[in-house]
């Protein structure tokens, strides 16, 4: 029997660079692989000019991410992807614009990482999120949490703040010591606030890779670990239009 073509996956990226990048090292890491050859075909996107997701959700004055991100989607697919991902927490709000422009299908990370977090930490119910305070306002993983029973903990106002600093530091290329530390005191307030392990929600804050306090996962681990099962036809992709992989 013919074995399968393995599938190409097209990256809706540049929101930021650096993490799209960051999920391109991570789908390598992941790949079983001894040569070139056995490493899987990414078509990506790495396209900073998508308009701000910061001024659009949190500012509310920016200009629509929707339309650019569905053509994205619509290139990457005539360039011969076949499924999709978007390498961006906070560009999942305009998930549904992506997925109607495509006939392919298109992983959608808040579920996938919502499912993760049910299916291997049962027992833990109380989830802290570290992500742009725009996750927070759309209510992104909140509603999809809150339907499998779980409760999503943010940081207080101030450090919430700090956390976006944090984020636009990485976007500025500042990694340095005192973004980080800035970052892991927003965990180990997650941690005094209750949180039984942290969600990393915002792929600029996986770039950093910080030791966190408290027990922390990675969606952009997450999201690499699914391309990678798709890609090598180690499991069917299945998308709200019932398309299949």
């Known amino acids: 029997m013919k074995e399968?073509?393995?599938?190409?996956?097209?990256?809706?990226?540049?929101?930021?660079?650096?993490?799209?990048?960051?999920?391109m090292q991570r789908i390598i890491r992941l790949t079983p692989a001894?040569?070139?050859?056995?490493h899987i075909r990414c078509i990506v996107d790495n396209n900073p000019k998508v308009p701000s997701r910061?001024?659009?959700?949190?500012e509310g004055h920016g200009?629509?991410?929707?339309?650019?991100?569905?053509?994205?989607?619509?290139?990457?697919?005539?360039w011969g992807a076949d499924f999709l991902a978007i390498a961006c927490n906070t560009a999942h709000y305009y998930y549904d614009a992506v997925q109607q422009a495509v006939t392919i299908?298109?992983?959608n990370l808040i579920d996938l990482v919502a499912d993760h977090v049910n299916d291997n930490y049962p027992n833990h119910r109380k989830i802290g999120l570290l992500a742009s305070p725009a996750v927070a306002m759309t209510g992104l993983y909140t509603r999809r949490f809150s339907r499998l029973g779980i409760e999503?903990?943010?940081?207080?106002?101030?450090?919430?703040a700090r956390l976006l600093s944090v984020i636009k530091a990485v976007k500025k290329g500042d990694t340095g010591p005192s973004v980080r530390e800035d970052y892991r005191q927003v965990g180990q307030h997650l941690k005094q606030k209750g949180a039984e392990i942290a969600l990393i929600a915002c792929t600029e804050l996986s770039t950093l890779g910080e030791n966190l306090p408290l027990c922390a996962?990675?969606?952009?681990?997450?999201?690499?670990?699914?391309?990678?099962?798709?890609a090598t036809n180690r499991k069917k992709l299945v998308d709200r239009a019932?398309?299949?992989l």
């Open 54 to 58: 910061i001024k659009a959700i949190i």
């Open 152 to 160: 999503d903990q943010w940081p207080d106002p101030d450090q919430q």
């Open 34 to 38: 001894v040569d070139d050859a056995d």
């Open 217 to 230: 996962l990675d969606a952009a681990e997450i999201l690499a670990a699914e391309i990678v099962l798709v």
């Open 63 to 78: 200009e629509d991410p929707g339309p650019c991100m569905a053509d994205m989607g619509r290139r990457l697919e005539s």
């Open 4 to 23: 399968k073509r393995e599938k190409i996956v097209g990256i809706l990226g540049g929101m930021g660079p650096e993490a799209t990048v960051d999920l």
């Open 242 to 244: 019932d398309l299949t």
């Open 105 to 107: 299908p298109v992983i």
